[in-house]
């Protein structure tokens, strides 16, 4: 059964979410999700994550089907949610003051996929994704979070250590060392 991996990002997370998507391994098992805190306008994160990977790095689509070794983004001010083999998108109000925010797929995917979920918070202001971070453990899903000393912006990793108890604290390399061998 493929491995779900749902990523937070918000500031300071570019650098890791390049670490961690470049070690995706081809063919990939998994199916990757990532929703980072942007602006309205900013939609380039697929063509910055896609020369990194042959893996396909796309923006979700309402509706679209989930495909093993796809790399899905949130749309700019579009949540992005997981039903059982299906991605829907919403324009609901913010969470945690962002739209895209992680916890609506955090929660979508723990509900739906359970243990098979790899939940994943990296560096940005604020706690989304926290309480995603804490369906997914409570769900027997892993999840992981960006070290606190390598986090350019800490609040998001200190806010799932405050929230949860994570299974680990690792750098963005170990995360890609860990993800890559899920995706094997």
């Not at 998108?89 to 509900?111: C, M, T, W, Y």
């Not at 929230?163 to 995706?183: M, N, Q, S, W, Y």
Request: hydrophobic share 45%; with cysteine; glycine share 10%.
């Amino acid at each position: 059964m493929q491995s779900i991996i749902v990523i937070a990002a918000s500031a300071g997370s570019l650098d890791p979410l390049k670490q961690i998507v470049s070690a995706l391994p081809v063919p990939c098992s998994a199916s990757v999700f990532i929703v980072l805190h942007v602006g309205p306008n900013q939609a380039v994160l697929p063509a910055l994550l896609g020369v990194l990977t042959h893996l396909a790095v796309v923006h979700a689509e309402d509706g679209t089907p989930i495909e093993q070794g796809h790399v899905y983004v949130a749309p700019p001010g579009w949540h992005m949610r997981l039903e059982t083999g299906r991605i829907h998108l919403d324009q609901g109000p913010k969470v945690n003051h962002v739209r895209p925010a992680a916890d609506p797929l955090f929660i979508s995917a723990a509900e739906t996929y359970r243990e098979r979920v790899v939940g994943i918070v990296l560096s940005g202001y604020g706690d989304d994704g926290t309480d995603g971070l804490l369906a997914i453990h409570e769900s027997g899903g892993l999840a992981l979070v960006q070290d606190l000393d390598e986090a350019k912006v800490p609040g998001m990793p200190y806010a799932a250590l405050y929230g949860d108890h994570p299974d680990a604290f690792l750098t963005a390399e170990k995360i890609g060392e860990r993800v890559a061998a899920l995706c094997a």
